[in-house]
């Protein structure tokens, strides 16, 4: 990347971090005022009735972004083709967040939710294939479709922690932006800037003394934001080890506790504490160390993506040993946390 490809990214960056820091100044007293609150249950970390929907900021601050990233120079050979990108990726997280708002004002039906959902994300992937005329691979419709609504409830699950969504967001929109920088495809670097940006300047008020929470209108937003991103990013040929990589440590989480409580014979769709983020918090350690936890997580596998995919055939072999290691060893802090404090607490009581 040049230096005018650096100012441009920086300018999107800069665009979704303000936006993001200050527009919940204006939409939390409206949200008192309409009573939207997240009331706790048997899912839920918090013990009080805490204001929820603050997401609807962070969907005005990324669009946003992105609609500056289509004015910027694309750094390619097809703008045209960049900016179409950019465009689906923009409506994308539009759709998802108003479907997201309208589950938090007054709620939806699973199958009405899910059917939007499948929709949007075929619609994208149409688009997508259809943008590139050297590959319209409409057959990658189905697929996409199922990827882009199974990461919005992915993100949605995921979404029970305080820091949790917001660092998730930065990290993958980090990502994803070093993924477009190293493989040449600048819409990727406004995607990844605006989405980081975005969801970063959230993490402030979700953090801060009077916290609050994003909201399905956020984690909607979150996970469709990301996986139309991927999407686009697989279709144009960037390597998979920087798509999937980031992402990976919550895909494991969710599909590892949706089997765990499926073979249980429990209700996989009924709200519960049992993902490897939520125990962690149970065994003892607070929201931001658990939040940490998962972070420290998706930075080493992301890494040992970006290794692989920049390696010899023999280091792919080993990073990818390596990273099926650090996700093992992630599903399993929960138990390892919870022996690391009898052990302590036995210490302290001799």
Request: glycine content about 8%; proline content about 3%; charged content about 10%.
């Amino acid at each position: 990347m040049d230096t005018s490809s650096w100012l441009a990214s920086a300018a999107v960056a800069a665009v979704a971090l303000v936006l993001a820091l200050g527009l919940p100044a204006v939409a939390r007293p409206l949200l008192v005022r309409a009573g939207v609150l997240d009331v706790p249950n048997a899912r839920s970390s918090h013990q009080r009735p805490t204001i929820r929907g603050m997401g609807i900021t962070t969907a005005v601050a990324l669009p946003a972004a992105l609609a500056l990233a289509l004015f910027l120079p694309q750094g390619s050979v097809n703008e045209s083709q960049a900016r179409a990108t950019l465009v689906v990726i923009l409506l994308v997280t539009l759709c998802a967040a108003a479907i997201g708002w309208v589950e938090d004002i007054r709620g939806l039906a699973i199958t009405v939710r899910a059917g939007l959902q499948l929709l949007v994300g075929a619609l994208a992937t149409a688009a997508v294939a259809i943008i590139d005329p050297a590959a319209q691979q409409l057959w990658w419709i189905p697929a996409g479709a199922v990827a882009v609504a199974a990461y919005v409830n992915v993100t949605n699950f995921m979404d029970g922690m305080d820091g949790i969504s917001g660092t998730h967001g930065l990290l993958v929109g980090g990502f994803y932006a070093f993924g477009g920088a190293v493989t040449g495809h600048q819409w990727l670097v406004y995607a990844g800037v605006a989405i980081a940006a975005a969801f970063a300047g959230f993490l402030p008020w979700n953090l801060g003394r009077n916290k609050v929470f994003m909201g399905d209108v956020g984690s909607y937003l979150l996970g469709a934001s990301i996986s139309v991103t991927a999407m686009a990013a697989f279709l144009a040929h960037v390597p998979v080890e920087y798509i999937f990589s980031p992402v990976l440590v919550y895909l494991v989480d969710t599909f590892v506790t949706f089997l765990r409580r499926l073979l249980a014979g429990e209700r996989w769709y009924a709200s519960h504490r049992q993902h490897v983020y939520q125990r962690l918090n149970i065994v003892g350690l607070s929201h931001v160390q658990s939040t940490a936890v998962v972070c420290a997580a998706t930075v080493v596998v992301s890494v040992l993506g970006i290794v692989a995919a920049q390696g010899s055939s023999l280091v792919q072999v080993v990073a990818t040993a390596l990273c099926l290691v650090a996700v093992l060893l992630y599903l399993r802090t929960p138990t390892l946390f919870q022996r690391h404090f009898r052990r302590k607490a036995g210490a302290d009581a001799r």
